[in-house]
């Protein structure tokens, strides 16, 4: 086994090292998961103390702003790095705290303007959501694969909860496949270069193993976390899951669904991306695939919630080609795709939940019908939202686009080419669900009522995407400066 | 150049609409007609800070842009900026779009009691987004507010309702079209340093490469421009939508697809233009004839017409792609003129429904200023002498009647394709003729139905414009011509450039080489003193080659329409 003899001790140790360094914790770079943490605890003691749930609900909101507005401040003084070599906070782990605590405010305000026989049954949701958001920070910070394997369980655990029943057992089934194929992919890794960092991977494995030769051990251990974590990022040819599990899920858990999980799975992702030459390659089409087959899955979906589980599907797909394509063109492109996108499919979860009315009724797109002349400024968010989706200029999706592509063209023109068939399937469903929303007169259902907090998401979501765009100079160069912090 | 002074009045042109659409959003519904007040005093407002485009004007022979906003940067990491300006061509679409919207509104008022707000809101977005179109500079610029006015258009022509059929082919028409220009945008800012016409036409890409970009400009132009076999979205809307709609998707819309052929895809794509001229000038010959014998086949109003401008905007563009000047001069005529025929005869003419109420051969005993309008708004689409389109069709024809299949290639049978080319051409003209005398015939009828004399007052500064462009064309082409000139000049420098990047540096002009065979030769174009051959060749460019000589053939289509060239 190669490499084997330079640190033993590391995979036997992994748990104990973690367990053993928590006062380690105790650093600026910990403050945003520490702070998520400790808004968890209250959340479950205040649950306790049978405490409002409005209350509840404004920690949790609370917790989330300050562990993103801590993340951003620890990065920008200078004071955040490494936690005992496991874990650190950089520029871009802090975009994607920023990213994944903003997934959980929405989550919140969404739960918020849900009828409230819909809201959330247990108060405790609001622990389980933020501990979403704490799995997926860890794996954002890790550099180690125990916090990245121990994130991810923690997300998923947390995740399973909080969709509902009907569809956990198929969540926790998949997931745990995922794991198992994720560990396994980490173990023969070790094998091959001898460390469980995964910092250095592949200055490990260039000394290990000669120029020009193919390590058989490192190239399976990377097609099996890539197998892995690809399920976890509902990328094809493993992505069949997610629809069942979106149309069954409990609709305010649905942004965490579509927007943390494919983005915690990148930052998983980005640690094996070179230890296999063809793997970037192999990336590229496999998120290409997906963007064709999640934008075709959309439009042939007679649910609102399938329909965004398609659109969650291709989305991925961009996110992992542009995060395959991001060497040669900076970091800027993925994470403004990532906001781009989030900020659509937020729009459009909250969409679907201001349509469903009853909670065992699962929302479908012909109950938008009329939905522009009976709720305008939601059918102009929700318009706004699927046409950014399709690209159209100046809306923040378009430039996302347009930054990640025009990157891509070069190493990868086919996968390219396949995305840009994939914008075509994407403005036939933004044609259908306006028309839908617009051109149909509207059905004769009970509509619920669409609470300010709905109306206020998908508005300022929608809003943010056309600000986004408007402003994307500024923003990309944001994002270059903040994600340059090493 | 900016003769203003560094002012912005294109910007201010594209924003007075921007704004006038927002304020009638958020205007309070209950406030029906001073809402409505309100959009036609903003679009008039626009058409007549339009006005000082024509009295600001600048003769200048060199046909540069004038009224130049920018190019200021807007995402400088991607080559994309804010840069307006205006040529020759684009001024009278601008002019036109501005007079439009005002009539449109006033003539929307009775049917839009239930969708006020919404018909004013998306006109004024319409108009915002075709000024922005042409007269931006910057493709990625053209993209958002083409794709813009795609959209917009749509949810204005399904304000009262659109069967699925029709909106399909609708969406799939504009899904395509979206794909093929972002496909050209991914490239081109991957290559270019900027996206705007100055960095697209110096130093043309390869051969492969401009090909494929050509085709997927051409093509997302063309399905925009309603081009043969690319029109069924078109017949569809002119089917199903609302009248204001009818009228902006085919003045506006449609104005949008040629202005792009002609600003981009020209200058952009030199080699690939002389290349595919001959045979994008055969499609769009065939497309012809098919529109203008589908339009005599049609049975309502609103079809014989979709399908008669479907015919002329395939003509407009043989006279694009025939690269002469007479040839580009009649197009924008066409343009010009066919807009303005269509949005009288869409004003005036009976709707698909008005005329299933109406028997076809009734009784009209009234004389009323409806069937007045009708008629010349007839008669200006027949091509009387007097009328822009007659000045738009002659011109094109002369110009086409010196176009060549093989210039330069003696043993090629270039006298039996001209023979039927000719043929094919002149049944195509003849056929959409008789169209336009059928549907008048069976449209009269329905002229005296009630609100047609206000309808047929809003149409007269219409009558007045094709009046003035008939009876005073140099008024028009000398504006018209200088940008002419100058973008046949860009496409023979562009070729120039490629040539001189094919020849060894030190090479005489005898020892030229010649090119791949899997390029395009042209040098055929250029012979060895460096400009084009100016009896022969596909591209008469630059001087005042406008005397004709051509032979007695030339002369036959233009007699079959009663038009005398001379």
Redesign the interface.
Known sequence: MPGAHLDCAAPLGGVSIVTARLSALAQPASVPLLALLACAVCVLLLDLGRAPRRLMAALSLTGLIIAAAMAVIVVTSGQGGSIQGIMSLDGSSALFVLFFCGVGAACLLTEQGMPAALGMRDASGYALLLLAASGSTIVAQSNHWMPTIIGMAVLHVSLAALIGSQSAWLYVLVQGLSQALTLFGAVLLYGATGTMQTGGLLDVLARSVPQGTANSLAVLGTGLVIAGVCTSMVIAPFHIWLRRACRHAWVPAGPMLSLALPATAVAALAHVRHTWTAASDLLALLGSMSVILGYVDALRSRSLPGALAGVTIAQSGCLLLAWVAAPDSGW?PPFYLMGSSGLAIVSLWALAASVQSEANREPAVDDLAGLGQRRPWLGAAATLSL?SI?????LAGS?A???F???A??AYSGA??MV??G???A??L???W??TM??R?PTDRQWARTTPELLLLAVLSAGGLVLAGIC??ML?RWIAGLSAIV | MNQLGGFPLLTLIVAVPVLGAAIVLFLRPARGDTLRWLAVLVASADFFISLFLYMGWVPDLSGTVQFQDGPWPWIPSLGIQHHLAIDGVNVHLVGLTTLLAPLVLLAAWPHSTSTGRATAFWVLILEASTLGALTTRDLACFALFWLTALVSAFLLAGLTGYPSGAAAHYIAAMAIAAVLMLACLVYLSGVRPGLDIPNLSTNPLPWQTQAWLFWAMTLAMGITSALCPFHLWYIDTQRHASPPARVLISVMLLNIGCCGLIRFCLPAFPLAVTRFAPALVLLSTIGLAYAAVRALGQRTFPSALAYWNVAQMNLALIGIFSLQNLGLHGATFLIVGRALSTAILLLVGPTQDEQQRVPSHGANPHGNAGRLVLLLGFLSALAIPGSVEFIAQSTLVLGMMRWRWQPDNPGAPSAVWDWLWYALFAFGLLVSAWTLLRSYSHSLPSTSRPGTRRQALLTVPLLLVTLLAGVRPSVFSDMIGPTVHRLLGEIMSGLETDLRQKAPPASSPEEMPSPPSDQPDTTQWLPAHGHPPMASASITVLGPEYVISCPARTWIAPLLLGVCPS
């Open positions: 800027v046409l399709a690209a159209l200029p100046p430039i686009l347009l930054a592509l025009r990157s063209a070069a390219v080419g840009l068939a914008v075509g399937v403005w036939l933004t044609g259908r306006t028309w617009w051109m007169p994307a100079e990309m």
